[in-house]
């Protein structure tokens, strides 16, 4: 039974004078900060300004590199080969390890963002090769990825530290994957639910698939969203029920080791 996890939310999407999400309210409560890297989401001056207050408050900092789409948000789906999406992965990480870098800070991590994330979770070619990108530029950077996914396996074929990811509020099927937010039931709304499973995934290693059966999980890290105010809330109460129960939160650097 484990007592330790890490919280996460992808945040510094804003651009130029365009405000999204609510990210100095988030990075009160969770313990790893995934930020855009410019791409899908993000700019200069956001990216300094969101490493500098996740810094201050003592998170771990990653980089989230998206698909070079501002007018869908990195969520739809690009037709790329394993070749680009590790230079894709390399540009931005690039990038957000440079004003780190600027501020005496080391990228603690990878998330990648939207589509891109969906890809690489089923398309294990493609997964291998963005981890190889990443270790290329810094070996001790930790992949965050689904749990379970394609992307687990080829991280850890690579030679790099992967963290496995839940949510606290998807559904999933049986075989490990969420289910699509086309169909019913794909989001859960009961908060005090969401955070039951949360706490079975956690400490046990379990969930309840959207079919009623009992699957195996890894959940090193829970991803949150924080971009309006009820979602904020939730964020709050997840860490709060999660500490009442014994269980600590503790940026990833803290767990893998």
Known sequence: MRNMVDLNSDL?????????????????????ANIGCGWHAGDPMVMEKTIDIGAKNGL?????????????????????????????????????????????????HVKLHGAFYNMAAIDYKLS?????????????????????????KAGKEAGLKVAEEVFADRAYNSNGTLVSRKLPGSVIHDKDSAIERV?????????????????????????????NPEAVDF???????????GIQIKPLKEIIK
């Open 60 to 108: 771990g900092i990653g980089a989230h590199p998206g698909f070079p789409d501002l007018l869908g948000f990195g969520r739809r789906k690009m037709d790329i080969t394993p070749e680009e999406g590790r230079n894709y992965v390399i540009y931005q990480l690039g990038a957000l390890q440079a004003f780190a870098r600027a501020k005496g800070i080391e990228v603690q």
């Open 128 to 152: 291998l090769e963005i981890a190889k990108g990443i270790y290329q530029v810094d070996k001790d950077i930790i992949l965050l990825a689904l749990a379970g996914s394609q992307m687990v």
């Open 12 to 32: 510094g999407e804003s651009f130029g004078s365009y405000k999204i999400g609510m990210d100095e309210e988030v990075l009160k409560y969770v313990s790893s």
């Open 199 to 227: 706490k079975s995934m956690v400490k046990y290693g379990k969930v309840k698939a959207i079919t009623g059966e009992e699957i195996d999980i890894k959940a090193d890290s829970i991803c949150v969203h924080g971009d």
């Open 235 to 245: 964020v709050k109460l997840i860490r709060e029920r999660l500490e009442e129960d």
